[in-house]
DNA sequence: CTCATCTTACGAATACTGTCGTAATTTGGC
DNA sequence: GCCAAATTACGACAGTATTCGTAAGATGAG
């Protein structure tokens, strides 16, 4: 069941997307990262990023002093994961009502309409 | 801060979902609703729709004895505001990027495809 | 080698969610 | 008016997320 590795909370999404860009770091790194936008202490990023260690969220190379991070899901799994409760638990299933949901709000630009209808005439 | 009244859990929203669609409800019929699928105790759904009613959530008409709950946040908004943070927390902010997964990920019918261009070129 | 520094490990406190059992209250039927 | 049934209120508990202080361990400079 590989459904119940992809449940990560909001801080370990946060920390996941550190991971996702930079490809490994360490603690250090990752809370110096947060710290951008969001104030907590370094022992609160070390423990959080061990827990996802021990869910199998994150592997981690510990053969030298600093450990060393990496994502152990992926940042497609996990995307199309969450999408698919979302639409689930929000639309009653329905992709196409979220996606005219998530057009009508924002200020799409009109480059990113023309994609989209690319993308849909590919499709078809 | 309208903000932090936006914020149900999970089992708050499978609430809501039943009271958005019915309009108004009593525990008793949410409970009934929710068993469909999940199977949780009766006081459980009192115990969240009474939280809801603290929170601000839901509404309710305590006038008699049984007390007749109404969502307080709109569905509409709820989609919105949770969709929003989805933008930002998973996809860096690009609405284009979450709807293109969202389109290539499910099997999305050839009529929502359609539907989806007429809107699109609407929007244009 | 030794110590200051960096890093990890551990445990505890707090808060919140979801769960339910039991007690109290209200009501309609008789 | 009284009682059984329905309903609400209350309090407790387990699980988990987030936070941090403090202890322990490793390392490198001198």
């Known amino acids: 069941?590989?459904?119940?590795?992809?449940?990560?909370?909001?801080?370990e999404l946060e920390i996941l997307?550190?991971?996702?860009?930079?490809?490994?770091?360490?603690?250090?790194?990752?809370?110096?990262?947060?710290s951008e936008h969001k104030i907590s202490g370094y022992t609160t990023t070390l423990k959080l990023m061990?827990?996802?260690?021990?869910?199998?969220?994150?592997k981690r190379d510990d053969s030298s002093k600093t450990h060393v991070?990496?994502?152990?899901?992926?940042?497609?799994?996990?995307?199309?994961?969450?999408?698919?409760?979302?639409?689930?638990?929000?639309?009653?299933g329905s992709t196409s009502q979220l996606v005219m949901q998530a057009?009508?709000?924002?200020?799409?630009?009109r480059e990113e309409i023309e994609e989209i209808i690319q993308f849909l005439e590919k499709m078809k």
Chains 1, 2 share one sequence.
Not at 1 to 11: F, G, H, R, V
Not at 71 to 86: G, V, Y
């Open 50 to 58: 061990q827990i996802m260690h021990e869910k199998g969220l994150a």
């Open 1 to 11: 069941m590989k459904k119940d590795l992809i449940k990560p909370t909001e801080s």
């Open 69 to 92: 991070y990496q994502a152990n899901i992926s940042q497609d799994k996990t995307r199309q994961h969450l999408l698919r409760k979302m639409v689930q638990s929000l639309y009653g």
């Open 103 to 109: 057009l009508g709000n924002k200020a799409t630009t």
């Open 17 to 34: 997307n550190v991971l996702w860009e930079k490809g490994q770091a360490t603690v250090k790194e990752v809370h110096e990262k947060l």
